[in-house]
């Protein structure tokens, strides 16, 4: 059972509440806020999680009155314990979210902090996804140390050690108990918490075979919790207390230690349970009564034929009447009892089902908007950078001139920009997964460093790059999360340091088989980071902005990078001071490929002759198919345009073509219905989809409407040329 931050010193922090000048009314309305927020927080102690809802619910819409946002904050965790304690979880997050958003109003660290821990709790035990609720308990931790109290840091430290525990990283988990040990025993320990730790540190010791010691930690564990009549954790301490006995070869005590666990076991459960028990405990004693009688009717029966004597019979016949009555009335009991248990069902299940209808309609919009606004973003800036290169390859003087290169270099900057926000919102709604494809480490550091070529000109920075021959050439791993690290990282680097150096070094720290553990360090010798705000540059839209000088961004790319570098069970240190550069480091464990070399198909292009190849673009924006068609001219090829899918297909009934470049959003029908059209009587011309849609929003509905291939836009020309060669060779062989 992990602490919970609750709203417990109502009355201390109602004492302490700034006073000030109100009228009568207003007077009014704080008393009645007073009065629902200890209701609240009394009912949910008795468990009475209905009463504690409509007390909360009350003193919002009296809150909202006079816009107190201190109560509000309170309410609506209130409103979040309730909801989870009832486990209706997404009422819970709701609302927990919603408390935060009006603890940013009254700006108060201590209650920020309870509402955190609180969300922890809530993806730790509710949705039971420990990698979110370790964020969560991290972030009450660094809120509890920034007000520098010892009480609050001491629930969120020791869920922290507690999380990872229950993950099986007792290495990892071990600081925080050790921190929570100390904060128990010197500050702020009662006997629960006392109980809490030393089972903890109980399991530690077990897991590194330090038997005896774990075996005094279970000792103290049992003692504390006795006193403080915790049944929910001497249940768990004698669970781990019998594999110790097991560990240690004392089968015998292993299995009265595992009698003593189930004991406990039972009455938590009963404790609990206590009125369904008694239910059923009546039915039995009224089943055992009937057989009983049954069995003196049958004795009867059988002496009847010797006794003979109408009062037995009659005495028999009353019994089976009072039976009977007894039996009646239980009947109408349990109908009353089935129907009213119905009723209640049937409520909860109509709740549920409308919760998840909503949520599911939440996160279907959600998804629907960021498609949206991926689409209705690159496509124009497709037609930007396209319309740039081809100014490019057309005035080739233009690569020197600096207004040129200031276009170019914005146009990327911006797609850099759009880029992020999308990030961050499929890493927030899970939509990340690492992939294991082979790659060339070397090769895709000079990828990185050489796309930010022109910045680090512009800046006037050397950029030096330095990779341990102890790292193998090949690794296996997901190379494309992995430069979206170093590309920020870099790119934050060269942003920050003019006329200065940006050291970029791969460090072999050993292996174990197979498994390469490689530290990454991007060191500058820039501006640097104050010490105030290097806590804070890893959260959401933070940014550091010199008064002398603006830089332009987000503020998502070190967020992007921390949250990134949890899918690879990693985190990054920063180390900085003012004025002295800045260097951030991580560590990766990556697999040694057994491939020689990563594939790397080129496509024989010189057995293609482009002038005699005839391209098809479906395309509804004109400035994309003014680009497309420049761009495959310019290359030999010959191209005819449609405006939307109806229009290809009348074009395809008079013409063929080598190859279809086709759009995916377009007017009358899509190129997906497009595209299955054109394959009811064209199974071979190579069909190529354009779109501006992330590759894994799509990539399935392509492939499965017959589509060959994918460019996402805005594309490098070179992918782009890459990518036609290699379906017009394929089509030809």
Known sequence: MKNVLRTTTILYLLMIFPARSQDLQEEQIRDSISKYINIASETYYKYQYREAIEAANTGIKFANQINDYYFLTLFYNELGLSYDGVSEFSKAKKNYLESLRFSQKVDNDTIKGWVYNNLANLYSEGFKKTDSALIYYKESLRLAEKIKDTSEILTPIINIGWTYADKNEYDTAFPYLEKSEQLIFTKHGDNSAKGQICYLLGRYHLHKNNLEVSDTYFQDAIAYSEKAEKLEELTEIYDYYSRLADRQGKHKLAFNRLQTHLKYRDSVFNRTKIEENQKALAKFEVEDYKNDLERVKKEQKSQETIMKKSQQISYVLMIAGFILILLLINMFKNYKFRNKA????????????????????????????????????????????????????????????????????????????????????????????????????????????????????????????????????????????????????????????????????????????????????????????????????????????????????????????????????????????????????????????????????????????????????????????????????????????????????????????????????????????????????????????????????????????????????????????????????????
């Open 342 to 733: 119905l009723n209640k069902l049937r409520s909860k299940n109509a709740q549920l089902r409308e919760a998840k209808e909503e949520a599911e309609s939440q996160a279907n919009l959600k998804a629907q908007f960021f498609s949206t606004v991926s689409h209705e973003l690159r496509t124009p800036m497709y037609g930007v950078v396209g319309l740039t290169s081809l100014l490019s390859e057309d005035f080739p003087s233009l690569k020197n001139n600096e207004n040129f290169k200031s276009l170019k270099f914005s146009s990327t900057y911006l797609l850099s920009l759009i880029n992020n926000v999308l990030q961050i919102n499929k890493i927030e709604s899970q939509g990340v997964k690492l992939e294991s494809i082979p790659f060339n480490v070397k090769n895709l550091m000079n990828e990185v460093v050489n796309s930010f070529s022109f910045a680090a000109s512009q800046n006037k920075n050397k950029v030096h790059q330095e990779i341990d021959p102890n790292i193998p050439e090949i690794l296996l791993g997901d190379s494309v999360r992995l430069s979206q690290i170093l590309m920020n990282l870099i790119g934050n680097a060269i942003k920050f340091t003019e006329n200065g150096n940006i050291w970029i070094r791969l460090e072999s720290e050993g292996s174990e088989g197979k498994t390469h553990s490689i530290k990454f360090v991007i060191q500058d010798d820039g501006i640097g980071i104050p010490e105030e705000k290097q806590v804070s540059v890893f959260d959401k839209f933070v940014q550091l902005r010199p008064i002398e000088k603006n830089y332009q961004g987000t503020g998502l790319g070190l967020s992007i990078v921390k949250r990134l570098l949890l899918l690879f069970d990693s985190d990054i240190l920063l180390k900085s001071e003012e004025g002295n550069g800045t260097e951030f480091s991580f560590s990766i464990a990556f697999e040694e490929s057994t491939e020689l070399s990563t594939k790397n198909v080129s496509m024989p292009i010189q057995t293609i002759n482009t002038i005699e190849k005839t391209i098809l673009i479906v395309d509804d924006n004109k400035i994309n198919r003014v680009v497309t068609k420049r761009i495959l001219q310019n290359k030999g090829f010959q191209c005819d345009v449609a405006e939307d899918g109806l229009d290809a297909i009348d074009v395809l009934k008079e013409s063929t073509f080598d190859l279809i470049l086709m759009d995916i959003n377009m007017p009358r029908i899509d190129g997906i219905e497009t595209t299955k059209r054109i394959r009811e009587t064209d199974q071979k011309t190579p069909i190529i989809a354009l779109t501006a849609v992330e590759e894994d929003q799509i990539r399935d509905r392509i492939y499965e409407a017959g589509m060959n291939d994918f460019i996402i836009k805005p594309y490098d020309l070179a992918e782009f040329h890459q990518i036609i060669l290699k379906n017009l060779y394929i089509n030809i062989i």
